[in-house]
């Protein structure tokens, strides 16, 4: 099969094309400028934001995969949750529509729901709703946390343990993470594409650990062979009034959308793996991959 993938230059996206490519499909990826750095995978230019950048880039393709997403906004640069996760799925599915394809994967998130209270799960569930109505032949992805080498969020931890000994925690720390690698994501992306079964589904994409905040700060200062970090707990009720005037600067760590998703925390069923017939890699084994090579 051909596979047009908007969003392969990101984490997941890295992931998904060596798994393609290995199994044998063909991948053309939607890119903001062309590079010569992945000589097996087509690149055609365009912005996922304007259809008519791109609308034509589909012809021949046999499949649509969406893997476009931010954490967060920088809205004087244009990059709101509205235009990257709504109207980005409504640009690539009239674009797959348009040049007659039928099959439609798209990546949400854990935690989009109809009473999402962050914005980032709200605009999520909103795209999802759309992939729903939209009559093509479609499977939706909801990952945790995902992990893997150059991911965000465990390497930003490990950096900041590398520095120092004291980890900040907001409130409790004992809201619970259930992350999943990047591998078994792009796996389950990749297997989907060849099972009708999936046509219609939702899957909640999430790994076998289950452990608080806390504990995941421990587990990344075992893979950096450091001891347990002190943790300062800070205040939940004083960070819920700063955070909103310091989120504005870009540099700050967190805005109050991951605030509010830290809260909620992000576990889920593992039903999947029943479906996919694969269980996930484990936490510890994966992250002692990559953290004990830096």
């Keep these: 099969m051909k596979i047009f993938i908007a969003g392969g230059t990101g984490f997941v ?50 499949a649509a995969i969406n893997l476009v997403g931010i954490i967060r ?18 640009n690539l599915m009239v674009a797959a529509a348009c040049n007659g394809i039928s099959r439609y994967l798209q990546m949400s998130a854990l935690g989009s729901r109809p009473a999402a209270v962050s914005g980032y799960h709200q605009t999520k569930w909103q795209a ?36 120092a000994p004291i980890m900040p925690v907001i409130g409790s720390g004992s809201y619970r993470l259930q992350p999943i690698h990047a591998d078994d994501v792009a796996r389950c992306f990749a297997l989907a594409l ?17 452990l608080s905040y806390e504990e995941l700060l421990d587990m990344i200062a075992a893979a950096l062979g450091r001891p347990r970090p002190f ?48 269980e996930p890699r484990g936490l510890r084994e994966g992250i002692d991959e990559y953290l004990r090579k830096t």
């Design 128 to 163: 999802e709703e759309l992939v729903r109505g939209s009559g093509l032949k479609w499977t939706i992805f909801r990952p945790s946390l995902i992990f893997g080498p150059h991911d965000a969020f465990i390497n930003m931890l490990a950096a900041q343990l590398r520095l």
């Design 231 to 278: 943790k300062l707990h800070l205040p939940l009720g004083l960070m819920k009034l700063i955070i909103p005037y310091m989120q504005k600067i870009p540099q700050f760590p967190i805005t109050m959308d991951q605030l509010q998703m830290l809260l909620e925390e992000n576990i889920g069923e593992s039903e999947w793996q029943k479906v996919f017939g694969f």
């Design 13 to 62: 996206g890295d992931h998904l094309i060596k798994i393609l490519l290995n199994s044998g499909h063909s991948v053309r990826t939607l890119v903001h400028s062309r590079s010569a750095k992945r000589g097996e995978v087509e690149q055609v230019a365009g912005d996922i934001t304007r259809l008519e950048t791109f609308e034509r880039s589909l012809s021949g393709c046999d």
């Design 194 to 210: 060849e099972m009708p079964g999936t046509i219609g589904q939702t899957y909640e994409l999430c790994g076998n650990d289950r």
């Design 73 to 90: 906004e920088f809205p004087y640069r244009g990059i709101t949750f509205e235009r990257l996760h709504v109207q980005a799925t409504t």
